[in-house]
């Protein structure tokens, strides 16, 4: 099993929506050239989590395939409609019943499409240098996830119910938190237009980035030998 420094780190991911706002499985939404299921997936794997834990409920059976070849624990939650705080509860004590002696475990959604590899060891890093049993991720103004819990949070994790999430458990033990700066955490995407916004920056990005290339300053030299 991947060790982080000393600690053993599972992820869970939560894909469990019905997506109603967005129609259509946003979790197979293509970011990047990947499903951002699979995109976030990746991530936690190449972070050193394990076990890695999917929540899947709406749309099980694409969301699962669509995971193909990795190494991931499908939790398969009915009640996904009961709302986030059922499917994190279920999410963790699976993740638990794989590997009894976690230290901690991150949670994570699909639809914040900049969550990598590098902002995940920041939150394990952050977890090491300062002992707090919770590092949450800072934008906007407020505290969410990804968020990594250490095992002394796993009780109220599995207390979790309805509409509440993570968040209540952040800003109710903000003595217990190391905050890590992660504004693009704030872009999240719930909508259609929030996804065409999305793509449409992307190709912006994408655009300039060709049109560097393709036209470079006029003091600098046309081919380097």
Known sequence: MPHNGSMKVAAVVLAAGGSTRFGQPKQL???????????????????????????????????????????????????WSNGPGSSIAVGVEHAASITADLDAMILLTCDQPFVNVAALRQLIQLRLETGKPIVASAYAGTLGIPALFNRSCFVDLLQLTGDSGAKEIILGRLHDVAPFNFPA?????????????????????????????????????????
Request: proline share 7%; glycine share 6%.
């Open 29 to 79: 939404a293509i970011f990047r050239g990947e499903p951002f299921v699979r995109r976030v997936v990746a991530a936690t794997n190449d972070a050193g989590c394990a076990p890695i834990v999917v929540v899947v409920g709406a749309d099980a059976a694409q969301i699962t395939s669509a995971l193909a070849g990795l190494s991931v624990s499908i939790a398969e939650h009915p009640n």
């Open 185 to 225: 955490a704030a872009i999240d995407i719930d909508t259609a237009a929030d996804y065409e916004k999305l793509r449409d920056g992307e190709d912006r990005v994408q655009k300039e980035c060709k049109a560097k290339h393709n036209n470079p300053p006029v003091n600098a030299p046309s081919r380097v030998r």
